[in-house]
């Protein structure tokens, strides 16, 4: 036991030594303010500026996850459906949840992740996520953990799936769920980013397959994406898992883009 605890402040010590050399010959700076980044926890921002990231708070609509007018929530933490999700409920998700609301900070975070592959910023959104999870998620049960595919020509181009290194960093907070891949795209879509809200239905219709679907069969099922705008592109998934039998499907991004707000 005594032998187990030396080896663990020697273990800490020798790190904290590794972490102080490393600032010394090879210093980082925060890209937004040029501040010296003295922890490894995020090596493109700073702390401060990292604070600036908007989160999505109470009451958010329970069903697309989009927060409501702050006047709406003033007395109450309690999230409830916004007026167009009473009116046309999403018949193929049961929520959509984002810690994260696309602008400023998060949304230059997540371009930077996604199309320059600074993949090191998965750990501090991994954080974020984790967060989220057990604060808003911690009653809700799953079985598998989804990520949003990317068709094979880009994947090799990009050289990683953002969603699903995503999900690999919120699979310990849902202990029955493990991540699987049965959901593939087999069409090849343009960018969704440059469309309108109907343009990216049509473009996303149909892009979707399962790979053994007996996986699918009454399984709870959530999805895992990095950015959610109009939401045709996790819808679209959904129904193709509820084709082939999923119990339910929830959705999980780290951000949420407004409508009006895109194209981005």
Not at 9 to 23: D, P
Not at 136 to 150: A, G, H, Q, R, T
């Amino acid at each position: 036991m005594l032998i187990n605890i030396i080896k663990a402040i020697i273990r800490s010590i020798r790190e904290e030594w590794n972490l102080a050399i490393k600032n010394i010959l090879l210093p980082s700076y925060c890209i937004r303010c040029d501040e010296r980044i003295l922890t490894e926890d995020n090596i493109y921002y700073c702390p401060r500026c990292w604070s600036t990231l908007t989160y999505t708070e109470r009451p958010y609509c329970s069903i697309c996850g989009i927060q409501h007018p702050i006047a709406i929530g003033f007395g109450t933490r309690s999230n409830f459906p916004c007026a167009d999700c009473r009116k046309n409920p999403n018949k193929y998700i049961e929520s959509i949840q984002s810690p994260l609301q696309y602008k400023e900070l998060a949304r230059e975070a997540i371009i930077l992740f996604k199309y320059h592959r600074e993949k090191g910023l998965i750990k501090p959104f991994g954080e974020i996520l984790r967060n989220w999870a057990k604060e808003e998620m911690s009653n809700m049960k799953f079985d598998l953990i989804i990520p949003v595919p990317l068709h094979p020509l880009r994947l090799k181009r990009r050289g990683f799936n953002q969603s699903f290194l995503l999900a690999q960093e919120i699979v310990t907070c849902f202990p029955e769920a493990e991540i699987s891949q049965a959901l593939i795209r087999t069409k090849p879509t343009h960018s969704q980013s440059t469309l309108s809200t109907q343009e990216r239905k049509e473009n996303i219709k149909n892009a979707f397959e399962i790979k053994e679907p007996e996986k699918i069969k009454q399984k709870r099922i959530l999805l895992i994406d990095d950015l959610v705008t109009s939401g045709a592109t996790v819808t679209e998934c959904a129904k193709t898992l509820k084709k082939h039998g999923a119990l339910t499907v929830n959705v999980l991004s780290l951000a949420r883009a407004h409508p009006k707000e895109f194209p981005y």
